[in-house]
């Protein structure tokens, strides 16, 4: 087991330097799309940014890699020339604040849930500290409400899920919600333990976007495509059935390497297993966390 949660660690190291530079960046397609109200999604490589953008100026959720700024901008003009004022953080990993120091630079107020900064200040996983204009220069403990555009759009922390530094944040005009990286559409959750990651909390956390979304609120995941309430509902589900089949094999007294030979997430891997954290990796984290290792 220890194995397998340490290649896992490995995994959430940020990329090489020498990796960006041999990237073909100009080959990343961005696209856009209109989610409601002053509400965006744009895609490129990397986590879902959202944005408003309004008589106010713009407002900005993550920022994906430092190469793509100025393409991500020139997107953002597609839609509005309006100053782009504010960015959140919805948590710590390099393709959702890659772009800070860009944006930093230019005079964009960076807000973050304080873990974030805490950890980009130290360096992840042995890197280097982030540099300063980097780092969320406002922080918050619990939530942090912004009002533009004819918005109230407020910012709140979660549970420890796919990190200890996660932020949803909530659009009430247009109806929608942008849950970072704790929700995705493309694979079983990603829990980066080494980063206070929690499986509970993943679940804790869905509760929580079901509990406030609506039949017609449109959901933005961190990786993925726009969705809806019933997504989340599914993903749920989904989680709590895994749970509770490795829970019954605890019970049996089976070992990490029983578990996985047992399958217990068989009957979601066509449709889940598409290359987030691996399936052993996945069953490496409920594991620990049931038995409390």
Request: hydrophobic share 40%; charged share 25%; no cysteine.
């Amino acid at each position: 087991m220890k194995k397998i949660l340490l290649a896992f660690a490995v995994a959430f190291t940020a990329p090489a330097a020498s990796a960006q530079q041999d990237f073909d960046w100009t080959s990343v397609e961005i696209k856009s799309t209109h989610v409601a109200g002053s509400v965006h999604m744009i895609e490129g490589r990397g986590g879902n940014i959202g944005i408003s953008a309004g008589p106010d100026g713009v407002f900005m959720i993550d920022d994906q890699f430092a190469p793509l700024t100025d393409r991500l901008i020139a997107k953002i003009r597609e839609i509005s020339d309006g100053e782009i004022r504010f960015l959140v953080n919805t948590h710590v990993h390099g393709d959702h604040t890659g772009g800070n120091e860009n944006l930093g630079r230019a005079g964009v107020m960076i807000f973050a849930q304080d873990n974030v900064r805490k950890r980009m200040a130290e360096g992840i996983r042995g890197g280097p500290p982030a540099p300063e204009d980097a780092l969320p220069l406002v922080t918050y403990s619990d939530t942090a409400t912004f009002h533009l555009n004819g918005e109230d759009v407020t910012a709140f922390r979660v549970p420890p899920a796919h990190t200890d530094g996660d932020t949803f944040i909530h659009f009430k005009g247009a109806n929608v919600l942008h849950l970072g990286d704790v929700f995705r559409t493309t694979s079983y959750p990603v829990i980066d333990t080494g980063n206070g990651g929690t499986f509970a909390g993943v679940i804790a956390a869905t509760e929580i976007a079901i509990e406030i979304a609506g039949p017609e609120t449109k959901i933005i995941p961190g990786h993925g495509f726009l969705t809806d309430k019933s997504m989340l509902i599914t993903v749920r589900d989904m989680l709590v059935d895994i749970r509770d089949r490795v829970q019954v094999l605890i019970d049996d007294g089976k070992s990490l390497e029983e578990v996985i030979a047992a399958r217990p997430t068989a009957v979601y891997d066509e449709r889940w297993d598409q290359g987030g954290m691996g399936i052993e990796r996945f069953l490496g984290v409920i594991y620990a966390e049931l038995k409390g290792e």
